[in-house]
């Protein structure tokens, strides 16, 4: 039947239809499933509790402001309640409730704090950017969810990753006026005066007046004609810090450098930073391995997809190489903190699991080549500075702080296990297939501003195809091989002052990265492949 609506854009024709789930999944695919129904009813019940607690009865903008403000505090609690509801049954009123009901997070108890002060202005300014790209990012996954859900290719995938980068480069090309908003929020509210709750209302504010429909729509645009998923589901892990390799220990009682602006992060859950940056992943890395969130010094880390670190369920960002190749250059845009380093992950086949294989000498040198941060010296002379500098050499068996080092390992390359279905508990239904994954993440990658990672995202997904890199190079392997041991000191050797790499070593390289793109699609091209014409043996 056809009837007018009301919209945005004022009045409109539309179809209207009497359906059963069957024939709405027959007339338009699986992708309207009972379960969008069911999220989309589960958020109309957080957004009615939220009205119910906050201001109850108020009708005004200042009201909705708050509730919104509210919403971004329990961001979390409210991704993980659909996540968990997730191919289940209903969440109680109950559950819901003692989810929800919260007391309001405060930053009152650092007013007093006299090594907390000088640092507050700086974490404000952070918490307002980081909510205006939250709130616009919410306001194009609610106006653009159908075109949004036909550029993601599968429910395996986390379902953010546009509208987020769309977010990012709005804030991005926008950076004058979100430096005013910021200035003036922190001119109108001084900080000993007003409490956390403020200044993310004001943000919230700032982003509904800063959405442009019409420029949303032209991003969307360019990046739905960009796209070209591969079939390798890809992941980012970014590492920023102003202090460089000295943002964790050893290298922090080392250098003894301070980090003016954020005192290493010390402070980041105090303003609850890792809810309100979660779209992002954002969380702090002090390299020991600790998911607590006790206050501690470290890098600032972003991973989008990644839902929750102590559990380590994440979903994989894309499988676009270009989408994932932007991400990252927005994302480092969006922080006015120096870029450190870049992990990549490839998830790992059925079939590669048990049969990865140590890479050859050769193709290591290439890589850190590529992307192991190859810089000018003080003396003129090239080196690999992520080697130079030590931050990819870990001791295992020394003490925290400590300088023993009898055992040495590099982390180049490492397979860890990734969930990213949060089930088998007392409220979710059975995972489906395929649940937990493996990944191969490699982690000796520099993060510059201005690179373009495209070129190696494609050659460590050629390579993760066809050769299937094992770790590289852990303490047990080392401690198993004499070979592995002189090939580790022949690398250290060569990064320190690199020499060339054989015309052979490269040619093998080469057609190890083409054989694994040219079969991606189960020994057949994928079309992004072909589209590239295998441009990659030149600009590699």
Known sequence: EMVRINTANGSVDAQAYLVTHSSMEKRFGDR????????????????KFIKRRTRPGERTADAESERRADRELLATTERDLVMSHYRSDAVSDYYLEHELDRPRPSIKHLYDDPQA???????LALVIKQVLLSQLE???????RFELEHMRISERYFKRSVSVLAALQMVNANGRAVDMIIERSLQTMPCDKHDLIDYIKYAVRAAKSMFDARIVRARLERIRSNLQPGLVPLGIEIELSNLGPAAVEPQRSIQKKVDAVYDGFKYFYD??????????????DDHTGSTDQARRSGFLELAPGRLNIRGELSRPATADPWLLNQLIHEIVNFYDVPPHSLHLSFQL????????KILPLGFVKCLLVLGGGPELKGTGR??????????????????????????????????????????????????????TTYVQQYKFIRLEQRANY???????????????????????????????QRQYEQLKQWAAVPTEISPQTISKFLKTIQS?????????????AVIYGWQGTGGV
């Not at 309207?32 to 957004?47: G, P, S, T, Y």
């Not at 694994?516 to 992004?528: D, Q, S, T």
């Open 32 to 47: 309207f499933h009972v379960n969008l129904i069911h999220e989309l009813w589960l958020r109309k019940r957080i957004e």
């Open 117 to 123: 002060r000088p640092f507050m202005k700086n974490y």
């Open 138 to 144: 919410e306001q194009i996954q609610s106006r653009y």
């Open 271 to 284: 303003f609850r930073l890792d809810v309100l940056s979660w779209k992002l992943g954002g969380y702090i």
């Open 349 to 356: 086949r059925k079939k590669q699991l048990g049969n990865q």
């Open 382 to 435: 090239l080196w690999v500075s992520r080697m130079g500098y030590d931050e990819i050499t870990q001791y295992p068996d020394a003490a925290f702080g400590g300088t023993e080092r009898r055992d040495e390992e590099l982390v180049f390359a490492r397979t860890s296990k990734r969930r990213w279905y949060l089930g088998a508990d007392a409220i979710a239904d059975k995972p489906p297939a395929q649940a």
């Open 454 to 484: 495209e070129p190696l995202i494609l050659c460590l997904k050629g390579l993760q195809l066809s050769y299937n890199p094992a770790d590289y190079l852990t303490t047990e392997q080392l401690r198993s091989s004499r070979k592995l």
């Open 516 to 528: 694994g793109l040219m079969n991606e699609g189960h020994h057949r091209p994928n079309a992004f």
